[in-house]
């Protein structure tokens, strides 16, 4: 009983940690002029963790992807750990011909054991911490989220490593909170085929207490749908 | 000031079974000597002052080479490696020919005119700087390095380093004989996970001792037990990256002992002798970190953190994406073990160009059946686990169908727009029983 009562303790004293800000925090660029200028240091800081979260389709994973390339491409290797084990792995190739390793673990506890391991040797440039519910968010899949003292650890690893540190849940001390919304997508009306998806969506960002701004993301349009079209006599199904 | 000594062999093809009869030739000349790839050989070429000089250098080892069955040597010596690989490779036009020596301190009036050919650096960049109009060294090296860096990172740093004559690649000495192994005769019954262990520390510190007096990392550890029944038994270690950390392979081979002992932490039978032997080794890594560079991560760090990562997750716990061309999805999403691959560049390069993202696809592990409702050859509605929502535009179908000699498949795929917005990809499966089953496969983030 004393020992679960001084754990217990514990867990409040860590609880009442506040990660102190730094003097200078280095920044990665998004790459989008328009969200730079909306986040507070003129990109996603470097050794902070930032909350990553938005309903499905949104296209977060997106502009995650986008993101961990401009890591790749200046020669730091990135880490993602894929607890859904959703990627797929086509989209990913790219990175990995510059150092890209997805780590799959078993649950969510793994998943935070993985990006301890990860932050605490400080050879990533970036590290994604995807406890599996694809960035929705513990509210909407029903995932616990990260404790606290979870939280801190990471938190202060990551500091230590200069990573850019990316949590697709709940982050209970984020340094950075990004919230993503669809934009509403409008359908290109097509005379044969009905309505189609256009070629480009809009994806909203919103920074905590600074405002939204709109990114456009490719949609998955086959590229072949404007060359082959089905012969007439062809049904659709029914 | 240093001197290096590189030596082209000719004659019969250099492989692996001629380096200790090579080797032994180059030690005539040098105590130090280093494979650089193919035929090429580096030799420490300081200490001769007093024995004739690096002309007899150059003499005593045309001798030693050709008494070893190798006719044509073609040697060059500088103060760097870059210039005396490029001494060798024009020994040919020198006179007398076969041997080039660049006088110290003049590295960089010599490769000043040579072209971009004689640069180890990636043939891309060499395109690119030809693109540009810089035909030889010498013009690279005129160039203020800012310039280049901004424009190629560190790869157009490295050129420019080595274009001017700096050149810290680190000497790697051959190693030939038999692989580090450590071996310790068990006394008494040791059949236990945490007597095992214990031999393991001692071995291993041993074996890693040996790796680095050799300058080398293992790439493959094999740990050999010698049963009381006289039978043997192994098991081997693959580290994500070659490495000689002593902790790292310690957790690696005591991940592979506890799968051996299992729950009980014994193993079926007593060792009397416990090896561990390191099987395959390669050359230490020796990338130099940059102190004002903020970016530069240490590779064998995050090697460490993978091997320790997939001793605890399994082989398929780390894994790194790789094409695969197949029409089925699940086929497609092709993922290979960390452990099988090259290693990767950390050079930096370029800033990718940041258009658009593309939507990137969430594939189920296992797809999940759903509802769909169609009309007038349209789908209007869909049901699926998170409720019903009507679909306001679809795209399809995509109809794949195969494999009928081992895994028969015929579906339709569609893209679809809910309402909320969300892009689903659905598909139609036409069951063997003519019946149809619309599934869910995975949606576009």
């Known amino acids: ?238 | 000031m240093d001197r290096v000594a590189s030596i082209r062999v000719a004659g019969p093809e250099v492989d692996e079974s001629h380096l200790p009869r090579l080797t032994e030739a180059l030690l005539a000349g040098s105590p130090r000597v280093a494979q650089a790839g193919g035929d090429l050989f580096r030799v420490d070429a300081r200490g001769w002052e007093r024995l004739g000089g690096e002309v007899a250098l150059a003499r005593t080892l045309h001798a030693a080479i050709a008494d070893a069955g190798f006719s044509s040597v073609r040697i060059g010596i500088a103060d760097v490696a870059v210039a005396s690989d490029a001494a060798a490779g024009l020994a040919h036009e020198a006179t007398p020919p076969g041997t080039l020596i660049v006088p110290p301190g003049r590295t960089r009036e010599f490769l000043a005119p040579l072209p971009l050919t004689f640069l180890p650096i990636p043939d891309d960049l060499k395109d690119t700087l030809r693109t540009l109009g810089l035909r030889c060294l010498g013009q690279i090296a005129i160039r203020e390095r800012a310039e280049l860096e901004a424009r190629f990172g560190p790869a157009g740093v490295r050129a420019h380093r080595l274009a001017a004559g700096e050149d810290d690649r680190v000497f790697q000495p051959i190693v030939v004989g038999e692989p580090p192994e450590a071996s310790l005769e068990l006394q008494g019954r040791v059949d236990r996970l945490e007597q095992l262990l214990f031999a393991l520390r001692h071995l291993l510190h041993r074996v890693c001792e040996d790796l680095a007096a050799d300058g080398r990392c293992a790439s493959r550890v094999l740990l050999l037990f010698r049963l009381e029944s006289g039978r043997r038994r192994r098991a081997s270690v693959v580290p994500a990256r070659p490495t000689r950390r002593e902790e790292l392979l310690f957790d690696l081979c005591r991940a592979v002992l506890e799968r051996a002992t299992g729950e009980t932490g014994r193993l079926s039978a007593t060792v009397v002798e416990f090896t561990v032997r390191a099987e395959q080794t390669a050359p230490a890594e020796s990338r130099q970190g940059d102190l004002f560079a903020g970016e530069w991560r240490d590779p064998l760090a995050a090697a460490a953190a993978l091997s320790r990562l997939q001793a605890q997750l399994g082989p398929e716990g780390v894994i790194t994406p790789v094409e695969r061309a197949d029409h089925r999805p699940e086929s497609r999403n092709a993922w290979q073990r960390a452990t099988d691959l090259p290693d990767p560049s950390f050079e930096g390069v370029d800033s990718l160009s940041c258009g658009e993202p593309a939507s990137s696809l969430r594939l189920l592990r296992d797809p999940i059946a759903v509802e769909v409702t169609t009309a007038g050859g349209q789908l209007t509605e869909y049901s699926g686990p998170l409720g019903c929502q009507p679909l306001i535009a679809a795209e399809g179908p995509e109809r794949l169908s195969g494999d009928w000699w081992k895994d028969p498949y015929r579906r339709e795929y569609y893209r679809a727009c809910t309402a909320e917005g969300e892009l689903l990809w659905l598909f139609r499966e036409y069951r063997p029983s003519g019946k149809l089953r619309w599934w869910l496969h995975g949606w576009w983030d």
């Open chain 1, 1 to 238: 009983m004393a020992r679960t009562a001084t754990v217990q303790q514990l867990e409040k004293a860590i609880d009442t940690l506040v990660v102190q800000p730094r003097a200078h925090v280095r920044t990665l660029s998004t790459g989008f002029e328009r969200l730079d200028a909306l986040l507070p240091e003129g990109g996603l800081p470097r050794g902070r963790a930032t909350e990553w979260i938005g309903p499905r389709s949104c296209g977060k994973t997106a502009l995650l992807r986008a993101v961990l390339g401009r890591v790749a491409a200046m020669g730091e290797p990135v880490a993602y750990v894929d607890g859904g084990w959703t990627l797929f792995a086509p989209d990913w190739v790219e990175l990995a011909e510059r150092g890209f390793w997805v780590v799959r673990p078993g649950d969510t506890g793994e998943a935070a054991w993985s990006a301890d391991l990860l932050l605490r040797s400080g050879a990533f440039g970036a590290v994604v911490l995807d406890p599996g519910g694809s960035g929705t968010g513990s509210a909407v899949n029903g995932t616990p989220g990260l404790r606290r003292n979870v939280a801190v650890r990471l938190q202060r690893l990551a500091e230590e490593a200069e990573s850019v540190f990316v949590v697709m849940d709940e982050m209970p001390i984020a340094a950075l909170r990004l919230r993503f919304r669809p934009g509403r997508i409008e359908p290109v009306g097509d005379p044969l085929f009905g309505h189609l998806l256009p070629p480009v969506r809009p994806l909203w960002v919103g920074v905590e207490k600074r405002g939204m701004t709109e990114v456009p993301v490719l949609c998955p349009v086959p590229s072949s749908r404007r060359e082959v079209r089905p012969s007439r006599d062809r049904k659709g199904p029914e």
